[in-house]
């Protein structure tokens, strides 16, 4: 069974403050990474996705691959009431296969 | 059209009765996701259609769970003999192609199901 594994929080941060946002995932096999933003009672939104080792910066969203590790991290600089949202961690294997995802790490950023 | 499009967006059921939840994803995309979310947990994978493969029904709780996809567009998932534990919200999600580089998979709305 394929696991994607997260902390489910609440974690919480100062506005400003850099929020990091953990996941593992089970199945060395897999080659895509994504991260999705929900707000309450709203669909899950991409954030952004990652297939190389190493990092990938978006705007003040950063994603970090270590596929040894097998682990994929979220860092949001400057974090903003505005963030406050539970943070998917979705992981991909092989291409034509079922996107799993984690169940969620619940920020909240203070102002 | 522009989006995942979900229907019925709300539905309250009794228990023991079938439901039966639509999904019409985007324009052109050949993979087609459903999820289940219940109040305050993550998504639970339900079932994956590809083209014309045969699709991943991994996930589906029991027995009482089916989806179909016809014509490689709309799908419908149908929960028979509902129970209360059945209540979450059902999401649909489509992606273009499984290439890398469509990898990126959209939402509906999602299908707010009540079994009372």
């Known amino acids: 069974q394929k696991e994607v594994e997260q902390n489910s929080g609440p974690l919480s941060v100062p506005e400003g403050a850099i929020a990091s946002l953990n996941c593992t995932y089970s199945?060395?096999?897999?080659?895509?990474f994504f991260w999705y933003r929900q707000y309450s009672g709203k669909s899950p939104e991409l954030i952004m996705f990652i297939y190389s080792n190493g990092d990938k910066e978006d705007g003040r969203f950063t994603a970090q691959l270590n596929k040894a590790s097998q682990y994929v991290s979220l860092l949001i600089r400057d974090s903003q009431p505005s963030d406050s949202a539970t943070y998917l961690c979705?992981?991909?294997?092989?291409?034509?296969?079922?996107?799993?995802f984690g169940k969620g790490t619940t920020l909240s950023v203070s102002s | 059209g522009a989006g995942v499009s979900q229907s019925p967006s709300n539905k309250v059921t009794e228990k023991g009765k079938d439901v039966e939840l639509r999904c019409d994803p985007i324009s052109g995309h050949t993979a087609l996701y459903w999820y289940r979310q219940s109040l305050g947990q993550g998504l639970e994978f339900l079932i994956y259609?590809?083209?014309?493969?045969?699709?991943?029904k991994s996930g589906l709780p029991s027995d009482r769970f089916s989806a179909e996809r016809t014509g490689g567009s709309v799908s419908t998932l149908t929960i028979q003999r509902t129970q209360q534990e059945d209540s979450a919200v059902y999401l649909c999600?489509?992606?273009?192609?499984?290439?890398?580089?469509?990898?990126?998979?959209?939402f509906g709305e999602g299908s707010w199901l009540t079994v009372v």
């Open positions: 979705a992981v991909r294997g092989q291409a034509g296969t079922a996107l799993i």
């Open positions: 259609f590809q083209g014309n493969s045969a699709p991943d």
């Open positions: 999600a489509s992606s273009p192609q499984t290439g890398l580089s469509g990898n990126t998979i959209y």
């Open positions: 199945d060395r096999g897999s080659q895509s």
